[in-house]
């Protein structure tokens, strides 16, 4: 995903900066054989030359879901810091490549968590782009820089995706305010927390507790010992009105020396 900087009339306050991506979403031209239904937020890319449905393509699925003379469905395994997703991904003879979240999943989905447990990495990658690199690497073609639409909301035209970590105990405090004349469509959050501690020299560690919380509303509370712990949901957008600022606040208490948390969010929305 290509960083860039934030469009001037969005208001993001960073305190302890995290990582932030804003992405264009457009639809893709031309016409596919593609569930546009079932489908919500996608990357997609279209190859300069026709695919051949082999069986050699098709083993890159965990599962296939559908097929038909010219393009196979199937779901592709996404294994991350935090654990294990499963995007689908359609194919056809054309050389269109769509990886995408189904519409009932939340958008936050698409958060590749990349570093290790103790060290997570303030780099923005999804795993829809990790699911195309899979596909195109088994279907014999080139992967082009992608681009993102959510099938969902055909009016929606930009992606905001916020990120913000915390490698040991503490607090961190982002502020994000969308102008009045733009649409929310869709907030969506990944939260996890961990203390994978596999030394036996530390019996005084006890459970991690990692929590989000938005506008002083407890939202996550994940607790544990040895063991990673998430929660991705989306959110009615009643509940994250334009034109007001929005706090999002995340704390960790490890009990340990090792482990971490952190959250995304994520906003789809339509600017003028």
Known sequence: ?????????VLIVFLCLPAFSQVPLKPPEGTLAFPFESAGISAYLKSDRPIRITDALTRVF???????ENYVIGTVEIEHLVGKVYPHVYVD???????YFLATEPPALIMNWSGDTNNPTAVIKTTLEGALEKVTTAARVSFTQPAFYDFRYPSANTML??????REGGEKVMYVKLPANYTLFSV????????????????????FIATLSIDGILHSDLRGRDVIKEKVIE??????????????????RPHSDCGSSGVVLVLIYGAP
Do not use: Q
């Not at 995903?1 to 009339?9: A, G, L």
């Not at 003879?93 to 990886?99: C, E, K, L």
């Not at 995706?161 to 915390?166: F, G, T």
């Open 161 to 166: 995706v916020l990120l913000s970590l915390l």
């Open 235 to 252: 959110i009615p957008v009643r509940d994250f009105p334009v034109d007001e600022l929005h706090e999002i606040s995340i704390t960790y």
């Open 62 to 68: 965990h599962r296939v879901v559908n097929a038909g």
């Open 188 to 207: 969506s959050y990944y939260h996890y927390g961990c203390n994978l501690c596999h030394d036996s020299g530390y019996p005084w560690r006890g459970d």
């Open 1 to 9: 995903m290509k960083i860039f900087p934030y469009h001037m009339y």
């Open 93 to 99: 003879t054309d050389g269109w490549i769509v990886a």
